[in-house]
């Protein structure tokens, strides 16, 4: 069974930073595609960032490009999203998923998601 747990949301000011973390069991770690979504009420979830299956390249949705980095440590089985210079529009419900489909210039999620990590930006 896959389970992944989302952990480090909260609450910071404008320009703060926080780091989200996903831990994830039931699955191959290694060489799995995983990204961050992140979705506020009445709109659709959208893809955040993402990793490929070769643990090193990365989608980045446009918004966030040079203020948030993807990363993931095998050896914990946990995918990270660090983010700096956050504004009160990165204000979100973020999910981290498994086996997303990925490429350079797009991810979608599939079937295997986290609980979700509040995140919430002040001005």
């Known amino acids: 069974q896959v389970q992944l747990v989302e952990s480090g949301g909260g609450s910071v000011q404008s320009g703060g930073s926080l780091r989200l973390s996903c831990t994830a069991s039931?699955?191959?770690?290694?060489?799995?595609?995983m990204g961050w979504f992140r979705q506020t009420p009445g709109k659709f979830r959208e893809a955040v960032s993402c990793?490929?299956?070769?643990?090193?390249?990365?989608y980045y949705t446009d918004s966030v490009k040079g203020r948030f980095t993807i990363s993931k440590d095998n050896a914990k089985s946990t995918l990270y999203l660090q983010m700096t210079s956050l504004k009160p529009e990165d204000t979100a419900t973020y999910y981290c998923?498994?086996?997303?489909?990925?490429?350079?210039?797009?991810?979608?999620?599939?079937?295997?998601w986290g609980q979700g990590a509040q995140v919430t930006v002040g001005p």
């Open positions: 998923a498994a086996d997303v489909y990925y490429n350079e210039n797009d991810c979608k999620g599939r079937d295997y």
């Open positions: 039931g699955l191959r770690f290694y060489g799995q595609a």
């Open positions: 990793i490929g299956r070769d643990d090193s390249s990365t």
